[in-house]
């Protein structure tokens, strides 16, 4: 596919105090992420593995992101007059929503409908991943420059025409503040394990009906009555070797999926090897010494994330093991109040997972385009509610219907 030129904004851009705001401060655009000084990126954004600076700059550095993929960088950092950072935005000029999680294909149709440019647009995010965090970085007691901070973030988009703003898996926090800045919210549901306490995974079992601590019982002894063992694998025990197999295990569920589409490269695994190799956890199924599966996932302060899955053999229950019970397991031994597997996955809601609501932003220049998908983000937003209170109501975990 032959992508168009992007509209690069101005490397740096004065902007104005709103009122009663911050001093004037300087915006600079940012192409790419090496020209963010690395000790300001690591000293204002924390806490998500994500956009750490080592898994980040993996993402540009292997080439899964850049204009060639349709995912040109615009990183923003605001700047007080004395020439110090005091806040960060990750950004990226797309040329198509692939790779996003927040599907707004049918908003891009409707605009080609009505002649109206969808393409490009600003997307404020973390490549790929579909994982709630902070977006908007400011230093302790620079807060009051977050609004200054979005508003002119708009006012570039538009000078350079694009079709919109978008924040995608943002905070409760920064979505009441877009709302406060014209940006509509758009709702989603995930499914994650919340650790409510446990203190081994048969206490965990214990909120669920004597039918279903069975049922799951079931499926991990199964696993057993194969020969199929399962490791965890992380820190110093991870080598170049174990990434090349997590990359080759990631292919295997890209190339399965009629829908699938491969955003990762192996040199991108390697990277993570050398820049974040303390947050790398890689549980592997074995049989006669042969890897069948893996689960490739990423740990934070408080939070397991399952990334990446893929299996050699399609062996009953191995995926229900290596992505819900290994990973509820370790959350537990290690006292992580989260697992947070990602988009999908009804079945987790089956095995006690919470349904959790998700939330995005979103601010459209065209006036008749904006009006249109507001209204529908009106009407989306009330049945996704409405779905989350009958699945918490139905749920087959006491501790979950109880929250």
Not at 1 to 14: D, K, V
Not at 24 to 47: M, N, Y
Not at 74 to 95: H, M, N, W, Y
Not at 314 to 335: D, M, N, S
Request: aromatic content about 12%; overall charge neutral.
């Amino acid at each position: 596919m032959r992508l168009s030129p992007f509209p690069l904004f101005p490397r740096t851009a004065r902007v104005e105090p709103l009122a009663e705001g911050p001093p004037l401060s300087i915006l600079r655009a940012h192409p790419q992420l090496k020209t963010v000084r690395a000790e300001d990126w690591a000293r204002l954004v924390v806490g998500s593995p994500f956009l750490e600076w080592g898994v980040f700059s993996a993402f540009e550095d292997s080439g899964c992101i850049g204009p060639h993929a349709g995912w040109s960088g615009q990183t923003f950092s605001l700047e007080d007059d004395a020439a110090r950072c005091v806040g960060l935005v990750p950004g990226f000029i797309k040329a198509h929503s692939a790779g996003e999680f927040v599907f707004d294909h049918e908003w891009a149709h409707a605009a080609a409908g009505a002649g109206i440019p969808y393409y490009p647009k600003l997307i404020i995010a973390t490549p790929f991943t579909p994982v709630e965090a902070r977006k908007l970085y400011l230093e302790p007691g620079a807060e009051e420059a977050g609004p200054l901070f979005v508003e002119s973030l708009w006012a570039l988009a538009m000078e350079q025409k694009l079709s919109g703003v978008h924040w995608l898996f943002v905070t409760e926090e920064e979505a009441a503040m877009l709302i406060g800045h014209g940006y509509a919210t758009r709702l989603g549901v995930q499914y994650h394990w919340l650790n409510r306490g446990y203190e081994s995974f048969d206490q965990w079992l214990e909120t669920f009906t004597s039918k279903r601590r069975r049922a799951i019982r079931r499926e991990r002894r199964t696993i057993a009555e194969q020969g199929i063992s399962v490791e965890v694998l992380e820190g110093d025990a991870l080598t170049p070797v174990h990434m090349d197999l997590a990359y080759e295990l990631y292919l295997t569920t890209i190339d399965k999926k009629v829908w699938g589409r491969q955003y990762l490269n192996r040199e991108f695994f390697q990277l993570l090897l050398q820049r974040a190799r303390e947050r790398l956890v890689f549980a592997v199924a074995r049989r006669a010494n042969e890897v069948i599966a893996g689960a490739f996932m990423l740990q934070g302060e408080d939070t397991l994330y399952g990334r990446y899955w893929g299996c050699r053999e399609e062996v009953k229950f191995l995926h229900f093991e290596l992505c819900c019970y290994t990973p509820v397991q370790l959350c537990i031994e290690r006292g992580l109040h989260r697992f947070n597997a990602g988009a999908q996955g009804e079945h987790k809601y089956e095995r006690g997972f919470d349904p959790v609501q998700t939330t995005s932003a979103h601010r459209l220049a065209a006036p008749i385009l904006d009006s249109a998908v507001r209204d529908f983000l009106r009407r989306e937003s009330e049945v996704i509610r409405r779905e989350l209170e009958r699945l918490v109501l139905q749920s087959p975990s006491r501790a979950v219907r109880e929250r």
